[in-house]
C-alpha cells in the first residue's frame, strides 16, 4: 500500500557494507509505537512498554483504545553496546487505533474475543554514519482471529488474572525498498504473548507480558543491501509492572521493558553475525480510571541498548470499554 507523503530527505552516497550497518524500519504495535531498530536488518514492530498496569485483567465486551507516543534518541550503539560517534539521531511519533471485543460463551474455561490494531506513524531519522531519510503513513495493521481470557482464580487471599493471545502482523504498511527509513516492515511476522496480571491485595498488583517474535522472510529488502531476500531474526520481548491505587480511581507505579534478539539476521539464507538486538526500559507511571474510562500516561529510559538507538519514551492510552 502507498500513501503520499512529502519529499524524502536523502543522504550521501556508500557502498553495500556502509549501508548494512544500518536499515530502520518503525516498530508500532499494540497501543502505541516503540523505537526503531538499527542493526542489519530491523525488527518488525513490537510492544515495547505500552500496556502495562493491570494488563491482564479483561472481561467481556468492547474495548475501543487510543495510544499516542513519542520516542526520541540522540544517540545509537553498536553491537557492543558502545555508543557510535557523530551526530545521530531518531524521533518517532506514532498513534493506534485499537479495537477488541470478547464473547460471553467460553472455550477451555475463558473468554473468547478477537482484536485489530491500526498503527499511524512519522519517523524521522539523521546519521552521521548513514541515512538521513523520513517517512510517514499507515503502518503494519495487527489482527488477532482469537485470544483467550480466563476470569480471575483466586489464590488464597489473592487474585490471578491470565491470558493468551495470538498476533498476527501484516504488510500493510507504507513501505518502498528504495528507502532506508519506512513505516512499514513489508513481512508477516507472528508475536503470541501469555499476559497475566497478580493481586495480593485490592490496590496492589503486579503485571507482565511475555512475547515471543518470529518473521518470515520478504523478497524486496532495501536496494542499497543487495539482495534477494531479508529476514530478521527471533526475539523475545517482555512488558512488567508494579502500581499500587494510593486513591480511589488513581493508580502510581513503576513500569519497564525488555527486547533481546535471539537469533542472527539472514540475507539470501546466510546469517548476520553481530545483528541481533537488545534493549531495557524502566520509567514511572499512572493510571486514572472513572467508570468505564482509563487513562495511562507513562514515560521509559532505556539503556543495555545494542544495535539499536537508545533514548526516552512517552506513551499516553486512552480506553472505553462497553
Request: hydrophobic content about 40%; aromatic content about 12%; proline content about 6%.
Amino acid at each position: 500500500m502507498r500513501h503520499d507523503r512529502r519529499p524524502r530527505r536523502r543522504g550521501g552516497g556508500g557502498g553495500t557494507a556502509r549501508w548494512r550497518a544500518v536499515v530502520f524500519g518503525l516498530a508500532v504495535l499494540f497501543g502505541g509505537g516503540a523505537a526503531a531498530g538499527a542493526a542489519d536488518l530491523a525488527l518488525p514492530p513490537v510492544n515495547l512498554g505500552d500496556t502495562n498496569f493491570q494488563d491482564g485483567i479483561a472481561f467481556p465486551g468492547w474495548l475501543v483504545q487510543e495510544t499516542a507516543s513519542l520516542y526520541r534518541a540522540g544517540g545509537f550503539r553498536d553491537a557492543q553496546g558502545g555508543r557510535r560517534p557523530g551526530s545521530n539521531r531518531v524521533e518517532i511519533a506514532s498513534a493506534v487505533t485499537h479495537v477488541a471485543w470478547m464473547s460471553r460463551a467460553k472455550l477451555l474455561g475463558a473468554w473468547y474475543g478477537m482484536e485489530v490494531l491500526v498503527p499511524f506513524a512519522r519517523v524521522d531519522v539523521h546519521t552521521d554514519f548513514g541515512p538521513r531519510d523520513a517517512d510517514h503513513g499507515l503502518g503494519d495493521v495487527t489482527v488477532c482471529p482469537a485470544f483467550l481470557q480466563w476470569p480471575e482464580v483466586r489464590l488464597g487471599e489473592t487474585s490471578l488474572f491470565q491470558r493468551f493471545n495470538f498476533l498476527v502482523k501484516l504488510p500493510t504498511g507504507d513501505y518502498e525498498s528504495r528507502s532506508a527509513v519506512n513505516v512499514g516492515a513489508n513481512l508477516v511476522s507472528l508475536n503470541p504473548y501469555y499476559a497475566a496480571t497478580w493481586a495480593p491485595t485490592r490496590r496492589l498488583e503486579a503485571s507482565v507480558r511475555l512475547h515471543y517474535l518470529y518473521s518470515f522472510a520478504h523478497r524486496d529488502p532495501f536496494d542499497r543491501l543487495q539482495a534477494d531476500r531479508a529476514q530478521p531474526g527471533q526475539a523475545v520481548h517482555a512488558n512488567l509492572a508494579l502500581s499500587v491505587e494510593v486513591v480511589e480511581g488513581l493508580r502510581l507505579g513503576l513500569a519497564g521493558y525488555g527486547l533481546k534478539q535471539v537469533s542472527d539476521d539472514r540475507l539470501d539464507g546466510e546469517e548476520l553475525p553481530h545483528s541481533r538486538e537488545q534493549v531495557f526500559a524502566l520509567g514511572p507511571g499512572l493510571k486514572f480510571r472513572s467508570g468505564p474510562w482509563s487513562a495511562y500516561l507513562h514515560l521509559y529510559r532505556e539503556f543495555e541498548a545494542e544495535n539499536r538507538p537508545q533514548g526516552s519514551k512517552w506513551v499516553f492510552r486512552l480506553a472505553r470499554t462497553f
